[in-house]
């Protein structure tokens, strides 16, 4: 798209440059071309003249006005303009843009997709929250985050693979079905006391209910017991989280078991290389992994003295198995809590002979719930905290999928509850979905007047000659054609830099333009001229924004 173009434009400078010995240095250069927030500053910006300038020995100043001379008279834009101490503003021309609403209207939205993966393969790992309870808030954010941006990535140009991570060994896993086990003594009359490690929530209660339902008899030993009460219970509990993710419209191409890892020697034969490759050795009666050679961390513990294999073991042999599989990039999503373990993680790649950049990890902040005007508390060992599916039930799916992508998930996110249900332009769910429903509604009317136009449904052709773009004047019309065009641009900005919350304020800034545009022009007017113009311009619009809502998991009605 254009941003590309401007991109060539001043790779060609600079190799003019080169030639006529004005500047000289070795190597490409990718030029980073941004959007400036500001009208005044042009349509594309870039500050490659102050990252020249170490190199040249010049001021950015001097570098901007030699790239600026060389790249006067073409024919992508209207002006070009130095800012400051060397910002290059690049003014797009009108016609140039009217040219690339005409090509997405004619090729569709998806042939002009980014393809920035080439078919490179990505593991997104997420959610992988323990089957020891129903999913939370946190983990709903994290579910979206993860699910819009493989989505993502897919649209530019990725092979994408989501998975989830089940961890069904471990201590929590115990403590599941023991709290379990007391829940089904309590059941029959029993008297027990809860020690404060264990699950109190109800659905622990309806856990043991259901154990008893289903006619199920426990073991003679209270050990027997408590290991098939742990099984039972995390089977039930993974079920109902599976069942809300796929509710939330959230759906994995693999579920992976921890336990399977220890079953397929995985776990030992980790251990072993590490071992082996002077990596991890015995002190005090437990295996240590040396982080402190990778990383300005701590040794760790794999194997515990009393012979217990921890969570960090199992996860390093995890992502020996993830690599195993091909992947050129491995994306983990984790709760903002765990950011200590990122380092030694990625130490343990290296230590096995990995890349260690082949790890991403994307931490989520937490969500405050505000319901009104008043937070809601949330404790889940306790049992007292707001669940993903209650969220849904309450404020519907799209709702809930777009609040949680409303700031950057490394951000804490207040998600105001009154606020998602509103019927009005203050909640920028129903804003853009009333945006799709305006400009369906234009089309019906159209239709009624008899007005088809080739390419826009499936009836009719355009009466008279071809439809002529170069009728879209009006600053505003500009202004929603550039918002299009940026489609691309963000697309293509999110897969860069795995921030899928871009998508929300792209969206909500493009039907902003439209809004504004729908109050103040009558599309379907008397010139037949202009209103089939404007009608190219909306049907665009209108893929656009279907599109954007299609990646977000959210719906687009036609009516509202």
């Known amino acids: 798209m254009i941003r590309k173009r401007i991109q060539e434009l001043i790779k060609e400078a600079i190799n003019n440059c080169k030639k006529?010995?004005?500047?000289?240095?070795?190597?490409?250069?990718?030029?980073?071309?941004?959007?400036?927030?500001?009208?005044?500053?042009?349509?594309?910006?870039?500050?490659?003249?102050f990252i020249l300038a170490p190199k040249l020995k010049k001021s950015p100043l001097k570098i901007a006005e030699f790239i600026v001379e060389e790249a006067k008279g073409s024919d992508l834009v209207e002006k070009i303009e130095i800012a400051g101490k060397g910002f290059?503003?690049?003014?797009?021309?009108?016609?140039?843009?009217?040219?690339?609403?005409?090509?997405?209207?004619?090729?569709?939205?998806?042939?002009?997709?980014?393809?920035?993966?080439?078919?490179?393969?990505?593991?997104?790992?997420?959610?992988?929250?323990?089957?020891?309870?129903?999913?939370?808030?946190?983990?709903?954010?994290?579910?979206?985050?993860?699910?819009?941006?493989?989505?993502?990535?897919?649209?530019?140009?990725?092979?994408?693979?989501?998975?989830?991570?089940?961890?069904?060994?471990?201590?929590?896993?115990?403590?599941?079905?023991?709290?379990?086990?007391?829940?089904?003594?309590?059941l029959r009359g029993e008297k027990v006391e809860f020690p404060d490690n264990f699950y109190k929530g109800d659905y622990i209660k309806d856990i043991a209910s259901k154990f008893i339902e289903q006619g199920k008899n426990l073991p003679e030993t209270k050990e027997d017991a408590i290991k098939k009460l742990s099984e039972f219970s995390s089977s039930i509990v993974m079920e109902g989280i599976i069942k809300d993710l796929q509710d939330f419209g959230v759906y994995f191409d693999n579920y992976f078991r921890e336990s399977e890892l220890y079953k397929s020697g995985m776990v030992d034969k980790t251990l072993e290389i590490l071992k082996e490759k002077g990596f991890a050795s015995e002190k005090d009666g437990a295996l240590w992994f040396k982080t402190s050679l990778f990383e300005k961390d701590e040794d760790r513990v794999l194997i515990k003295s009393n012979g217990e294999t921890t969570y960090f073991a199992s996860d390093i042999a995890y992502h020996r198995e993830k690599l195993s599989r091909g992947f050129d990039l491995l994306i983990d999503i984790w709760g903002s809590d765990h950011h200590g373990y990122i380092p030694r993680l990625k130490a343990s790649i290296e230590a096995l002979g990995e890349d260690k950049e082949k790890l991403k990890v994307i931490l989520i902040q937490f969500v405050t719930l505000i319901k009104d005007g008043k937070t809601i508390g949330m404790s889940t060992r306790a049992g007292q905290f707001t669940t993903l599916r209650e969220v849904v039930d309450e404020v519907g799916k799209d709702a809930a999928r777009f609040f949680f992508l409303m700031r950057k998930s490394d951000a804490h996110l207040e998600f105001d509850l009154d606020l998602a249900k509103k019927t009005?332009?203050?909640?920028?769910?129903?804003?853009?979905?009333?945006?799709?429903?305006?400009?369906?509604?234009?089309?019906?009317?159209?239709?009624?007047?008899?007005?088809?136009?080739?390419?826009?449904?499936?009836?009719?052709?355009?009466?008279?000659?071809?439809?002529?773009?170069?009728?879209?004047?009006?600053?505003?019309?500009?202004?929603?054609?550039?918002?299009?065009?940026?489609?691309y641009d963000t697309i293509e900005g999110s897969a860069k830099s795995l921030e899928p919350h871009r998508l929300t304020f792209y969206l909500i800034?493009?039907?902003?333009?439209?809004?504004?545009?729908?109050?103040?022009?009558?599309?379907?007017?008397?010139?037949?001229?202009?209103?089939?113009?404007?009608?190219?311009?909306?049907?665009?619009?209108?893929?656009?924004?279907?599109k954007g809502l299609d990646i977000l998991g959210v719906s687009a009605p036609d009516k509202m």
């Open 509 to 546: 800034n493009l039907v902003g333009r439209f809004h504004s545009y729908y109050n103040k022009v009558k599309v379907l007017g008397e010139d037949r001229r202009f209103t089939e113009a404007r009608l190219v311009l909306l049907f665009v619009l209108q893929q656009i924004i279907k």
């Open 20 to 49: 006529k010995g004005i500047f000289s240095f070795e190597g490409e250069i990718d030029p980073i071309i941004e959007i400036p927030r500001e009208e005044d500053f042009g349509d594309y910006s870039t500050n490659l003249a």
């Open 424 to 487: 009005s332009n203050e909640n920028p769910v129903y804003y853009i979905q009333y945006a799709n429903a305006r400009i369906e509604s234009i089309f019906r009317n159209a239709k009624e007047q008899g007005i088809f136009i080739k390419g826009i449904g499936d009836e009719g052709v355009t009466h008279g000659k071809e439809i002529n773009l170069g009728l879209l004047t009006l600053k505003e019309e500009m202004d929603i054609i550039k918002g299009i065009i940026h489609f």
């Open 88 to 186: 290059i503003n690049f003014f797009i021309k009108d016609d140039v843009l009217r040219d690339a609403l005409k090509n997405i209207f004619q090729k569709g939205v998806d042939a002009f997709l980014p393809d920035l993966g080439m078919g490179r393969k990505i593991l997104i790992e997420f959610v992988s929250a323990n089957p020891t309870g129903p999913l939370h808030i946190g983990h709903g954010r994290g579910a979206v985050v993860g699910d819009v941006l493989a989505n993502i990535l897919k649209c530019a140009g990725f092979n994408v693979v989501k998975e989830y991570y089940i961890n069904d060994a471990g201590r929590q896993i115990a403590t599941l079905g023991e709290s379990t086990y007391l829940r089904l003594k309590e």
